[in-house]
């Protein structure tokens, strides 16, 4: 643990003062934390907190009504958004996955994967169409780099197998490679381990530790299972109704009493 | 066995196709030269009607819209063809029909990419997430509006485009079959331009970075955005790409048979190809074309027959309603087409 919390580094993205509503539904009220490079940064909370919003929010497919969002950039520099968009999110280095799988079904685990390399491909679509020259190592290289995740995610015997004939929890695996493959800075989980079995589950911790520690990237994941987050987590937001209600190390948090009241319910 | 009982409907069904396309052979109706010359003939409207229904396959799987202006955009496309083949030889006084084609196709290609873009910025863009009906009306207007336009800039006559291709009919296989098969090397001509079109495709679709992009756009809207791929951008280039597709289909069939306002109504030919391929599959396209056009000139030249001779009916006009009842009987044991995604909804 000393050896992780020693590389954490600067903060890669600082939410401030989010509100966000629906109607006259308050989904988020005056939400602001952050997150710092190399850490593992969990939000947690029951149903209906408000932690899917938060990381819409962050990936741009919300826009708040109130608050800014700062991301450091790849050159290092910090830059201020009222609102983000997905694309923009995508090009500046944030991938994430779906709670309710958002794979392309039809298609294979290979071309799912390879569909995160899009943006870095840059050669021409004639050259691409006829694999020559440039467009052929850049397609390799490419190549190369999905079939690293492949490996690194033990999913090589299913390449060619289109997505939608995989049960569940690979098909959360291949979701997550996908994002990989983006090379992403930062790396947004929506509730990856929800639906698992127990064993599908410790599988997940350890490719989310492990991408965490030899890729470096910084996590944001999202669950509502306490026991899992606060093993693999460097710090925590708790989020109720909307609001924050706690945010510090597992430890801290486990011991907050608003916490334990949100999650237990409180004798009044 | 259980995969037999579960699906013997469309099982009976291609039985059914099989048989109707065996029998005039077996039982001696018609000589064998007839036979392929009758197979040949549909095969051929099979091949237009499947390059029409891949425009209408391109889009709705990248977008989900059904784009009901397709067939106009198969007129405006082949009278931008014909006129501009007309014209260009007057304006610039280009001797060689072959350089003047060319610029017409080039001309009309870039017509075709220009709509593609003007549809993405003033429609579909303000329409994002609308139901499919709205959508739908929305290609509705566009195809009255193209139709219109394009008779008050391009004239509404009858044009033609004359590709050169020789219009004669010729015998082969006359040692094979008795009395040799008739066909016309123009058609022949279309049929490999349209082969080459759909492999062009096919390649373009699978093997290059930008195809992948269309596929997980059909897919996933949500999740292609989430990986930075610009749907925009993508719409732009299906409706470019079915632009072109139509572009073609609409200058075979307008050399063919003249460029004229009834080119618009074989979108609706289209229909029941796309439905009976099933609506998100580009193979199902081509070969949903291909058995209705075959389909129909059999039971035009083989059923109509039998059918005058047993109730003693005038006859004639099998052509016009074959493909809407094949589709309809599709349509009864196997909504989603041949090779259609199965919609199985979570209860």
Same mark, same amino acid.
């Given at each position: ?13 600082? %939410? ?23 850490? /593992? ?16 929010? /962050? ?49 294979? %685990? ?99 530790? *492990? ?19 606060? *093993? ?18 597992? *430890? ?17 | ?14 039985? @059914? ?24 003939? =549909?095969?051929?409207? @099979? ?16 977008? @989900? ?29 280009? $001797? ?35 139901? =499919? ?45 008795? #009395? ?18 759909? &492999? ?18 059909? $897919? ?15 719409? !732009? ?34 229909? +029941?190809?796309?439905?009976? =391929? ?8 081509? &070969? ?16 109509? +027959? ?8 005038? #006859? ?11 589709? &309809?009987?599709?349509?009864? !044991?196997?909504?989603? @087409? ?6 199985? $909804?979570?209860?």
């Amino acid at each position: 643990m000393t050896n992780r919390e020693r590389r954490i580094g600067d903060v890669v993205l600082k %939410v401030d003062n989010i509100s966000l509503a629906f109607g006259g539904v308050k989904a988020l009220t005056d939400i602001s934390f952050d997150v710092r490079e190399h850490e /593992v940064r969990a939000i947690i909370g029951p149903n209906g907190a408000g932690k899917s919003s938060m990381l819409n929010v /962050v990936n741009g497919v919300y826009t708040p009504q109130i608050g800014r969002i700062t991301f450091r950039g790849a050159d290092g520099e910090l830059l201020t958004f009222d609102h983000m968009n997905p694309r923009r999110a995508a090009e500046m280095g944030i991938a994430r996955t779906f709670q309710s799988l958002a794979l392309f079904k039809g298609m294979s %685990v290979l071309d799912n994967i390879m569909t995160g390399r899009n943006l870095r491909m840059k050669s021409n679509i004639l050259l691409q169409a006829v694999r020559f020259g440039p467009a052929l190592a850049e397609e390799l290289e490419h190549r190369a780099f999905v079939e690293n995740i492949i490996d690194f995610l033990e999913i090589q015997a299913y390449r060619k197998t289109p997505v939608g004939r995989l049960p569940y929890g690979l098909q959360k695996r291949v979701d997550l490679g996908r994002a990989l493959a983006m090379q992403p800075r930062l790396l947004l989980l929506d509730e990856p381990m929800a639906g698992m079995n127990v064993e599908e589950k410790e599988d997940m911790c350890r490719f989310i530790l *492990d991408v965490n520690d030899e890729f470096g990237t910084t996590i944001v994941l999202i669950e509502h299972d306490m026991g899992v987050v606060m *093993d693999i987590s460097d710090r925590v937001v708790v989020l109720d109704y909307g609001r924050k209600i706690g945010d510090g190390t597992p *430890d801290e948090v486990r011991s907050n009493e608003a916490v334990i009241a949100a999650y237990l319910g409180v004798a009044h | 066995m259980g995969n037999l009982r579960k699906n013997w409907p469309i099982i009976t069904l291609i039985c @059914g196709i099989l048989i109707g396309m065996i029998v005039p052979l077996a039982s001696g109706m018609s000589t064998p030269g007839f036979y392929v010359e009758v197979l040949l003939g =549909g095969l051929m409207s @099979g091949v237009l009607y499947s390059l029409v229904a891949l425009g209408f396959v391109l889009i709705f799987k990248a977008s @989900g819209v059904f784009n009901f202006a397709q067939g106009a955009m198969v007129l405006f496309a082949a009278l931008a063809m014909a006129r501009l083949a007309e014209w260009i030889p007057q304006l610039t006084g280009i $001797d060689s029909r072959l350089v003047s084609n060319m610029l017409a196709f080039l001309i009309a290609m870039a017509l075709m990419v220009g709509f593609a873009w003007l549809v993405e910025r003033l429609v579909l863009r303000h329409l994002v997430n609308q139901e =499919g009906v709205v959508l739908l009306m929305a290609t509705l207007g566009i195809t009255y509006f193209i139709d219109g336009v394009g008779q008050t800039v391009w004239g509404s006559d009858i044009y033609e485009i004359n590709l050169g291709l020789p219009k004669t009919p010729t015998l082969i296989a006359e040692g094979l079959f008795q #009395g040799g098969i008739l066909i016309n090397k123009e058609d022949l001509v279309a049929a490999v331009a349209a082969g080459l079109l759909v &492999l062009a495709l096919a390649v373009f679709f699978q093997k290059t970075a930008t195809g992948r992009a269309l596929r997980a756009v059909a $897919d996933d809207h949500q999740a292609a955005q989430s990986i930075g791929i610009p749907l925009n951008t993508i719409w !732009v280039i299906v409706w470019a790409v079915a632009g072109i597709v139509a572009l073609v289909a609409g200058m075979i069939w307008g050399s063919k048979l003249g460029v004229q306002f009834s080119l618009s109504l074989i979108a609706l030919k289209a229909l +029941p190809v796309v439905i009976l =391929g099933g609506l998100t599959s580009v193979p199902g396209a081509i &070969l949903g074309g291909l058995i209705i056009g075959v389909g129909e000139k059999f039971a035009e030249v083989f059923l109509g +027959p039998i059918l005058v001779k047993a109730f003693d009916l005038a #006859g004639g006009g099998i052509e016009n309603w074959f493909a809407y009842v094949l589709a &309809l009987a599709f349509l009864l !044991v196997r909504p989603e @087409g041949l090779f259609g995604e199965k919609h199985i $909804d979570r209860v």
